[in-house]
């Protein structure tokens, strides 16, 4: 399972990009969807960190504010599980990944294209691969 990990400032790219993981066929577990009034958000993402195998963080200009994001990359690091399978992705021109995540490749662009991209990642065959192919005969 995919950890989208993002500040709010973020939100509406994480939304679109959650759909398209979705519709490549990957299980995404995102906070606006998973989490409601009420809910204990710190055991919900917690339990949501303990299933996952991949982690993508959108960096955006609030990241930096955000203790939680700070935690949940801390967490991913950690664990040998995630291995290969952290995805900082990139929202808009904005130039602050922390430095911890310089070491992996980063993503940009719009978000079917980054899905896709972290799919191939991933290894994941999707529909967007066949799309592709179709489109290129």
């Given at each position: 399972m995919i950890y989208l990990s993002y500040a709010l400032d973020g939100a509406s790219y994480v939304e679109q990009l959650d759909r398209e993981l979705r519709e490549a066929g990957l299980e995404v577990w995102s906070a606006s969807r998973e989490i409601f009034p009420g809910d204990n958000w710190a055991q919900a993402t917690g339990e949501a960190l303990e299933t996952a195998d991949a982690l993508v963080v959108i960096l955006s200009p609030a990241l930096g504010t955000s203790p939680w994001v700070e935690s949940e990359i801390s967490y991913a690091l950690g664990q040998q599980r995630f291995k290969d399978r952290v995805f900082p992705v990139k929202l808009g021109e904005w130039s602050g990944m922390p430095w911890i995540?310089?070491?992996?490749?980063?993503?940009?662009?719009?978000?079917?294209?980054?899905?896709?991209?972290?799919?191939?990642?991933?290894?994941?065959?999707?529909?967007?691969?066949?799309?592709?192919?179709?489109?290129?005969c």
């Open positions: 995540l310089r070491r992996f490749p980063s993503y940009a662009g719009a978000p079917a294209e980054v899905a896709r991209q972290i799919a191939m990642a991933l290894g994941a065959f999707t529909h967007l691969d066949a799309v592709a192919r179709a489109g290129a």
